[in-house]
């Protein structure tokens, strides 16, 4: 198999990344294990909260409960980024439900959902924006938190 390069706009060649070894399959399979397990366990711990929060913005006005941002994940592949609406659509201005939300993180917890999908991973860089041009070549599967939170 031919290895993996990463190129810059102009094609030139900027990092070649072999391919990975026989065990590293083993390796992301409990990596995995563990991202399922710990999305569910906390997806079940935190469902009395998503229920009101979900309930909650439903009530705080007009709109869809959960916004979609389009993202760049694992090998280039685009997928949907999921939050608590708490921000108006139109002028991204904070709502009052999201004025309380976004200082404690809790309009991130469908983050989770993207967890146990397999978007993301519980440890590695953010999600690359998906019209940011940088992030074109092989990348490695984003995390809910960063490689310099989980040092």
Do not use: C, K
Not at 31 to 48: G, H, K, Q, Y
């Amino acid at each position: 198999m031919p290895d993996s390069l990463l190129r810059d706009r102009n094609n030139a060649e900027i990092l070649r990344l072999a391919d990975p070894p026989p065990e590293a399959a083993a390796v992301s399979l409990g990596l995995r294990a563990v991202d399922v397990t710990v999305a569910l366990l906390l997806l079940a711990l935190a469902l009395p909260l998503l229920l009101l929060v979900a309930l909650a913005v439903r009530l705080d006005g007009p709109g869809p409960v959960l916004q979609r941002e389009y993202r760049i994940g694992h090998a280039g592949r685009r997928f949907q980024l999921l939050a608590f609406r708490s921000t108006e659509e139109a002028s991204r201005a904070p709502t009052r439900l999201g004025r309380w939300m976004r200082p404690v993180r809790i309009d991130q917890l469908p983050v989770l959902l993207n967890l146990l999908r397999g978007d993301m991973t519980l440890v590695g860089p953010a999600p690359a924006e998906a019209w940011d041009s940088a992030a074109e070549g092989p990348l490695p599967r984003p995390g809910v938190t960063g490689w310099a939170r989980a040092d």
